[in-house]
Structures are given as C-alpha cells and as structure tokens.
C-alpha cells in the first residue's frame, strides 16, 4: 500500500440546499453558510503541505436553478474570491467568462494571479462545464482549463456518490472520498480522514 500525500485536492462542496431546507431556512441561504468552511479548510490545507486545491464552485447548469437561488451561489462566489485573496495563494478562476453567468468581478482572476503573497495554488471554477472545458481541444490540443493539475484526490461533501462534471481530465487517476456531512456542517476532521483514507490506497496511475 502506498502512503501518499496527495499534491492536488479538488473539493465538491455539496449540500448547501438541503442543510438550509433541515434548518427552515429558504434553499438559497444555505450557499452563505458555505464560505467559511472553505477558508477553514484551506488554511488546514496549508499546514499539510497540499501544493493545489480546486474548489468547484458553480457550474453552467446551475444556472438553470429559480433565479434566487442563482443569485445566491453567485454572490457567494464572489465573496469566496474575495475571502481567497486574503489568504495567500496564486489564484486562478476558471469557467465560461463570455457568458453573462460569469460574475465580472473575477474576471481579472482568469489567468494566474498571485494574492496576498500568493502561495498554493489555488482554483476555483466558476460558471464551468465540463463540455464547454473540452470545447477548446478542437481548436488548439488543450482544455480552457490546461493550467489546472492533474487531481490526485476528489473530496465530496454531502453523501452523493457523483463527479458532477468535474474536470474531466484532471480527475482521470483521481480517488475519489466521499463525506455524508453537509458542506456548511464541514469539520476539519472530514479533511484529515480523507488524507488518511488516501495514505492507504494503492495509487497506480494505471502501472
């Protein structure tokens, strides 16, 4: 068995909805609670020595949602970019920023940019779909999202057993954790068991 650390952690934040639902609250609030989880886990991150992380943050079918709720998670990742560029990291938004889905505030994120010291890198994808990802191949061999790792481990909150279109590519060779916790109810201890998960999986890349 190999014992890994694993470079490039993508996290699938799932669950904002139904925690709010639980709660009494409205879909939509449910997508501010997630901010903070995401801060805390990055910092945890840091201190582990983890090189990347991919945040998924909102996908061009989520547009397709009522508009509050639309509105909602589009807020709430501006404000996460926002929160990001406090923390040191070289930052890099990546999704469709043609479309009117693309908030214009992180437009100036779109090619690598270092924040606050900069530091691990850090991805976010905003407006993303896995189609319009690979579009991009046709016309020169690479995705829109070529400057994003290879994915060694995918953490998903919220108990669905689903890649949801992340980064196809990327996540080729990634094992995949899934936590049942809610994204807003995250635990550092959900990050740590994932890690500890990982040390014990056979990582072959396919040899």
Request: with cysteine; charged share 25%; glycine share 10%.
């Amino acid at each position: 068995m190999g014992k890994r650390k694993p470079e490039h952690i993508g996290i699938i934040p799932d669950g904002n909805r139904r925690w709010a639902e639980a709660r009494g609250m409205k879909k939509q609030e449910g997508y501010a609670y997630g901010l903070a989880p995401g801060m805390r886990l990055l910092k945890l991150a840091k201190s582990r020595g983890i090189r990347e992380i991919t945040y998924y943050g909102f996908t061009m079918d989520n547009c397709k949602r009522p508009p509050e709720q639309y509105q909602a998670f589009r807020a709430a990742c501006v404000e996460a970019v926002d929160m990001l560029t406090r923390e040191g990291a070289d930052l890099l938004v990546i999704g469709d920023s043609s479309s009117p889905c693309f908030p214009r505030e992180l437009c100036r994120y779109t090619q690598r940019t270092p924040v606050h010291g900069g530091g691990i890198l850090v991805n976010f994808l905003v407006n993303y779909g896995w189609k319009w990802d690979l579009s991009h191949i046709r016309q020169d061999g690479y995705p829109h999202s070529r400057d994003i790792s290879r994915i060694d481990l995918v953490i998903r909150w919220g108990g669905m057993r689903r890649l949801s279109g992340f980064l196809p590519i990327q996540s080729v060779y990634a094992d995949f954790y899934v936590a049942d916790r809610l994204w807003p109810d995250y635990e550092d201890q959900d990050f740590l068991d994932a890690l500890a998960w990982y040390q014990k999986q056979d990582v072959t890349l396919g040899g």
